[in-house]
Structures are given as structure tokens and as C-alpha cells.
């Protein structure tokens, strides 16, 4: 009987679930894919011992005679104590009709409702404030158990008696007033009988940037403590001490004219004793409770770091080089004496002098890095919190002292995305080529799919569904992919429509643009995601979300040759350099998305038990597949034009047009011809 993997809601002993979200999944290791299972059955008890002797169950499915093996929904009948784990027991049965232990688990329960404040500091708030928050509690006894769930506006780090708890750019970015996250922590080994110091920074941006939600700032934990047979609470309130003012200076600029992240600069001669501390205030919940979910996207981390090559040393100055580009920080190891300003710039470039250019991508910046004011107390050490930055090259200026390439290692950070999959061959170049690929996308995991992770780190539709399939293929990343689609649904404007990108401050004018090509790319990302899961959740989640954004597009339809005409928002049929010509009142890339889309639409339709939708899309993707061809269809070239009227055809049009089967059989021999020797463009 194979020992299986169970999985509960897709994680292994999650902390923090929903009691109408729960299901179980079981991997069988390779070793045992001949096994026929024939039945299941699972219990779930508040103790390993009430598992064994089923008692004091919260569960009991009963005999299940199914072959089924993923995402098993179990109900729990009664609601459990938040600050005790539950057990989990799996029978399976074989084809003899032998019954066997599989595997076991444990998972931790949501509380049903949330007591904690949100708090913040008394003082006046600006955009890039760095808030700091503290409480001293007492046990009288180390715990058995301890559960602790925080959240902020927009990013905390926490500590739990001097150790870092959580991990890095916590909670990921969101719509704060439809869907703020919080994340959950076992936090039983950081606490100790006595005393116990809880130590919280929080940054709030506020500077009506590309990638994020203005919203309001604030701070949220709430704990739960099981020492003996009692439940001790921890709960942010007013009681709470607070400094609006400490080491990080508050205000500093944004780094990149699109106010992503600020410059940290951190004054370490600032000892705890010389900040004033003052209690907190409440301040407004940003979101009703239903509102409030568990970030489901794991949290940031130092993959490893890079002993990086010294290229350049004099007098104040050291040039480093990572030796590719990254997304991280750098950590910097010094003695220097007290008040001695300390600066790391970053880069993805040298300028013509060997120095670091003052630049984030292709856009100047002066503000690219951040400082330090070194304490004179000994051995140092300063690594930038809350934010990522992408770059090659470094340097610190500033330091009295020559610096070694370890005392500034480069962090390789990103969303720590498990790896379950890999490519390796016997050709070097083509190995080469998939580490950089890979290293890319772990370089546009932030917390949301980015499309660079420097200048923008910004969440764009197209960008995060021409991701997926590497995203999904070689890592467990299906969350990540349905927070795109939760984002874009919580930002999906009245008309169907969506920003072009999110989480941002749309209502700024610069930020205020749509992309209708990339709308269309909401159906095609869904559905990648469906495939490789299997989940039909994904489709019952967000098939309305993708229904409201085609029927908009659908309703613009010309009457005379049923396509909608270009219209005035921002059409791009690739990027960054399009050279499809847009001159015609119908263009080919976006009617023929929407083509597919209306296939996609037909079939999740049918997955979904809509049939009579499903006949519809079908009828209407047949109506819309012979409109295109009869306005953008050149039958001399047999090749589709860029758009209508034009005498261009680009090689990227006719691929996509190729691809969702605009084609009549006997034209494909001339378009593969086509696109096998006419220069790529797109």
C-alpha cells in the first residue's frame, strides 16, 4: 500500500484555511503508479490519538468507492478551536479490497472572525512612512501550539523575539477594499515561557504608483497561544506602542519615476531607547470581513546569494558585479565609524567612466539606491527591507574602509516558487538558454507576475499569460496565476473592461490606460490554468469575470460586417516595438483574439454545464470566423492582412491567425511558406 503525499487545499500542512474552501488531493510517489485504487476514506480529529481510536472527529467522509484523487471537498461538522491544529487520517483501499493507512496530516482553521485593531501611528502620513510597532506579552509557559496572522498597508516585517518571522514584501500587493491578504504563521518556535517582544516595521508607498493600491495605511496581527489547557490572545489594539519616526527615514523619494519603491535609508546610531514611543491608534478596517483572505501566494525569499566579482576599488568607491541580472538586494557587512554614510546604487549597466549608471532600465533615475548611517558599534550589517530591486551591477561609495566581495553579497530574491520541473540536454547553449529563462521568471515572481522587475514590476494581462506556460510547467505556481485573474476581476470596470494593469492607482492620468488586446488575454490565461490544474473552481470563479470583458467587446460589433471598429484607447498588437499596421478601421490582432476567445468561451461553457451559453458561443465564434475572413482576409495572398484596407501582412498576424484555425486546409502549405521565409514582425 503506497505511502501517499496528501495535500490540503494544495499546500501540506496549511495554517489559516476556510472551512467552505477545504480539499484534499493525495500524490502517489512514481514508484507506485501501478496501484488501483478503488475506494477512500478520510477522517480529521483534533488529536493524532482521536484519529487512531476515531474519536472526537470533526470528520468522517465514510467508505467513498472512487478512483478520484485531487481536490476531494471534506466539510468539518463542528468549528475547532483556532489554536489547535486538526489531524488528518487517509484509508485507501486496493483492487483486492484491502484497506490500508495511506498518510496523515494536519492543518490549522481560520478563526471564524477576527477581533484584532488595525493601528497605526498618531503622527501625520506621507507617501514611503516607515512605521514601527511593539508589545511585550507574558506566558507562563511555552506553548504547544501558537498560530499568528498578520497583515499591512502595504508591506511588514516582524520579528518575535529578536527572530524574523514571515518572509520578505509581505502581504503581496492587492485591492485592498475587495481583498486584502494576510498571511499565517507557525509561530510555537519563536516563543518562550516569560517575556515575549513582538517588533513590527511596516511601510506604507502612498505615492499613487504603477503597482500597487494607494489604499490607507495600517497594521493587523492577531495570535492565538495555547499554553496548558488555555487560549491566550494577541491582539493589535490602541494598547499597542507605536513611533511614526525611528531609524528608517520617512519620505524619502521613489526610486523610479513610476514611484514603485522608495530609497531606504536607515540611521543605525538610532538605538530603540532614543525613539518616542507613543500608543497607537485604530484606524478603518480596509476591507469588510468577508473581504479579509489568507494570501495564498508564497512569501518572498533569498534563494541564495552571489559572491560577487570586484571590478573596481579606490578611495570611497567599490564596483561590484553580480554577474547577470537579478531581482533582490544586496547585503552589506561593515565596520565603519559612527555617523559614516554608506550607499548602494544599482544597475543593470556601467557608464562610460566604470561606474554605475543612473538609470532603472531605460529610464534615468537619481534615486536608484539605498543608504546607510553606520552606528561605529562593531560589525554591521544592512540589507534593504520591503522591496525588491533588479540589477547587475553595484557599487557603495562612501566607506572609509576597502570593501571584500563578501562583505557585499548580492540576494537572489524573489516569490519562493517551488521548482517541479527542469530541462537538461547535451547541448551547453540550449541548457544555457533555459537557466536564463528560468532565472528571468523567478526575476518577474514579486509577489505578482511582473512584466520587468526594475522599472515598472507591474501586473499586465498579456505579459502574465505569455508567462504561463513556463510559470506552471516548471513551478507550483498555480496560485500565483489565479491572483492575476483575482486582481483583474476585483479591478474590472462597469463596461467589462479592465486597467491595463493592476494592482495600481489607475485614476492617476498616466496610469489611466486600456489595452484592449490585452484584455482578451484574460480567457486564454483562465483556461491555461484550468488545463494544467484540472480545477474547475478556476472556471466557476472567474468565467463571469471573462464573460462581462467579451460581451463588451462583442457589443461593439459593426453592423455591416459584424467586427468592432478600432477604437480610441491604445491598440498594440505586440511589444515593445509593433510594426503591424494599425491604419485600418478593423485590426486583425485584436479581432482575432477575440475569435478565440469565443471558442474558449464555448468550450469552458460546456465544462461548465451551461450549454445552451455554450451553443451560443459556438454559433457566434462561427458568425465571427467568417466575418474575418471576409473584411481582413486577402484571398490573392491567401494571408490575412494587418487590418482592414492595408496591403501589409506581418508574419505574427498570420501565426495567430494559423494557430486558432483561420486557415481552409488547402491555404496552409502557402502560409507556412509565408512564415518560414518572410522576416519575423509582429
Not at 540611521?267 to 491608534?281: C, F, V, Y
Not at 531581482?327 to 556601467?350: D, F, H, M, P, W
Request: glycine share 6%; aromatic share 12%.
Amino acid at each position: 500500500m503506497p505511502r501517499v503525499k496528501l495535500l490540503i487545499n494544495k499546500e501540506e500542512r496549511p495554517i489559516g484555511l476556510k472551512k467552505e474552501e477545504l480539499r484534499l488531493s493525495w500524490l502517489y510517489p512514481p514508484e507506485e503508479a501501478a496501484f488501483q485504487q478503488r475506494a477512500y476514506r478520510i477522517f480529521a480529529a483534533s488529536s493524532p490519538g482521536a484519529l487512531r481510536e476515531d474519536k472526537a472527529l470533526f470528520y468522517d467522509s465514510g467508505i467513498c468507492r472512487s478512483k478520484e484523487n485531487l481536490n476531494i471537498p471534506f466539510t468539518l461538522n463542528k468549528a475547532p478551536s483556532p489554536e489547535r491544529a486538526l489531524y488528518l487520517r487517509l484509508l485507501l483501499c486496493d483492487e483486492k479490497g484491502v484497506w490500508q493507512d495511506a498518510g496523515t496530516s494536519r492543518f490549522v482553521m481560520a478563526p471564524e472572525r477576527f477581533e484584532a485593531a488595525w493601528i497605526w501611528s498618531k503622527e501625520k502620513t506621507g507617501p514611503n512612512q516607515i512605521t514601527a510597532f511593539r508589545r511585550r506579552f507574558f506566558l507562563p509557559e511555552a506553548p504547544s501550539e501558537a498560530y499568528f496572522y498578520v497583515s499591512a498597508h502595504n508591506h511588514f516585517e516582524l520579528k518575535l523575539n529578536g527572530k524574523r518571522l514571515g518572509g520578505f514584501a509581505s502581504p503581496v500587493p492587492s485591492h485592498p477594499g475587495k481583498n486584502k491578504l494576510y498571511t499565517a504563521y507557525d509561530a510555537a518556535p519563536y516563543l518562550k515561557q516569560g517575556e515575549n517582544l513582538l517588533e513590527a516595521d511596516v511601510l506604507y508607498l502612498g505615492g499613487s504608483g504603477q503597482n500597487y493600491v494607494n489604499g490607507s495605511p495600517g497594521f493587523f496581527l492577531e495570535g492565538f497561544v495555547r499554553t496548558g489547557n488555555a487560549c491566550i490572545r494577541i491582539k493589535s489594539s490602541e494598547d499597542w506602542l507605536c513611533a511614526g519616526s525611528t531609524a528608517y527615514q520617512n519620505g524619502m523619494p521613489f526610486q523610479q519615476k513610476r514611484r514603485i519603491s522608495p530609497v531606504i535609508s536607515y540611521d543605525a546610531r538610532l538605538t530603540e531607547e532614543q525613539i518616542e514611543w507613543q500608543k497607537a491608534r485604530a484606524v478603518p478596517a480596509p476591507c469588510p470581513p468577508e473581504a479579509f483572505r489568507r494570501q495564498m501566494v508564497p512569501e518572498g525569499a533569498a534563494e541564495y546569494a552571489i559572491i560577487p566579482r570586484l571590478i573596481r576599488q579606490e578611495e570611497g568607491l567599490a564596483v561590484f558585479d553580480a554577474g547577470s541580472v537579478i531581482s533582490g538586494r544586496v547585503r552589506l557587512q561593515l565596520r565603519e565609524k559612527a555617523g559614516r554614510e554608506l550607499r548602494i546604487r544599482y544597475s543593470e549597466n556601467l557608464d562610460e567612466n566604470g561606474r554605475v549608471g543612473h538609470n532603472v532600465a531605460n529610464e534615468k533615475s537619481a534615486h536608484y539606491y539605498d543608504l546607510y548611517t553606520a552606528a561605529g558599534r562593531g560589525e554591521e550589517c544592512f540589507a534593504p527591507p520591503f522591496t525588491y530591486k533588479a540589477f547587475r551591477y553595484y557599487e557603495i561609495t562612501g566607506q572609509e574602509k576597502r570593501l571584500r566581495p563578501e562583505d557585499a553579497a548580492a540576494e537572489v530574491m524573489h516569490t519562493a516558487l517551488r521548482e517541479r520541473g527542469s530541462f537538461f540536454c547535451s547541448r551547453p547553449l540550449l541548457n544555457r538558454i533555459f537557466s536564463a529563462c528560468m532565472q528571468t521568471q523567478k526575476n518577474n515572481a514579486l509577489g505578482q507576475l511582473t512584466d520587468c522587475p526594475h522599472r515598472e514590476q507591474a501586473q499586465y494581462l498579456a505579459d502574465a499569460d505569455l508567462q504561463a506556460e513556463s510559470l506552471l510547467y516548471f513551478f507550483d505556481a498555480a496560485p500565483m496565476a489565479e491572483k492575476v485573474l483575482g486582481d483583474f476581476a476585483d479591478a474590472q470596470f462597469e463596461d467589462g473592461t479592465f486597467p491595463f494593469v493592476f494592482p495600481g492607482n489607475y485614476e492617476q492620468e498616466e496610469f489611466s490606460l486600456k489595452i484592449p488586446e490585452w484584455d482578451l488575454h484574460y480567457g486564454t490565461l483562465l483556461e491555461k490554468l484550468f488545463f494544467l490544474t484540472g480545477d474547475l473552481r478556476y472556471l466557476e470563479r472567474y468565467f463571469p469575470a471573462f464573460r462581462a470583458m467579451l460581451a463588451h467587446y462583442l457589443a461593439l460589433r459593426d453592423p455591416e460586417t459584424g467586427l468592432p471598429e478600432k477604437s480610441q484607447d491604445w491598440h498594440i498588437s505586440d511589444w515593445p516595438y509593433p510594426e503591424t499596421d494599425h491604419s485600418g478601421r478593423f485590426l486583425s490582432a485584436q479581432n482575432i483574439k477575440i475569435y478565440k476567445d469565443l471558442l474558449l468561451a464555448a468550450k469552458m461553457a460546456e465544462r461548465l454545464g451551461r450549454n445552451d451559453e455554450a451553443r451560443r458561443y459556438w454559433r457566434e465564434a462561427a458568425a465571427y470566423k467568417r466575418a474575418l475572413r471576409e473584411v481582413l482576409f486577402d484571398p490573392e495572398t491567401r494571408l490575412f492582412a494587418d487590418s482592414s484596407g492595408s496591403s501589409q501582412k506581418t508574419t505574427g498576424i498570420n501565426a495567430l491567425a494559423l494557430e486558432n484555425g483561420l486557415f481552409a486546409a488547402e491555404e496552409i502549405p502557402q502560409v507556412l511558406r509565408f512564415l518560414s521565409t518572410a522576416p519575423f514582425t509582429s
